[in-house]
């Protein structure tokens, strides 16, 4: 089984950036598809982005152009770099993974591991 760990959120004001990262161990084969997903209070979850092996890529129309998502094979670690954040972006982010045995690598909140969840607050 893959852990997935993030950490790097935090509170930052409208317009600001933040870089999440996400330190992946144990059968990292598992991760093959990687992702970020977020859920703000009372909302439904929503994929914010995919990756293949850490080259394809996706994004949900909501963050394209403000958020790039990379992985560092070397470090294990995926990370997602946060730009022009707005208030809207306030949620709980979660790092996901599966394997490549799954059919399709979007909606990444359809993969089946996830981590703890790290907070990013954007005020106003």
């Known amino acids: 089984q893959v852990q997935l760990v993030e950490s790097g959120g935090g509170s930052v004001q409208a317009g600001g950036s933040l870089r999440l990262s996400c330190a992946i161990s144990g059968n990292t084969a598992s991760a093959y598809y990687m992702g970020w997903v977020r859920q703000a209070p009372g909302k439904e979850r929503e994929g914010v982005a995919a990756?293949?092996?850490?080259?394809?890529?996706k994004y949900a129309d909501s963050v394209k152009g403000r958020f790039t998502l990379s992985k560092d094979n070397t470090k294990n670690t995926l990370y997602l770099q946060m730009n022009s954040l707005n208030a809207e972006d306030t949620a709980i982010y979660y790092c996901?993974?599966?394997?490549?045995?799954?059919?399709?690598?979007?909606?990444?909140?359809?993969?089946?591991?996830w981590g703890q969840g790290t907070q990013v607050t954007v005020s106003s």
């Open positions: 990756t293949v092996g850490g080259t394809l890529t």
């Open positions: 996901v993974a599966d394997s490549v045995a799954r059919l399709k690598w979007w909606p990444p909140e359809d993969f089946s591991v």
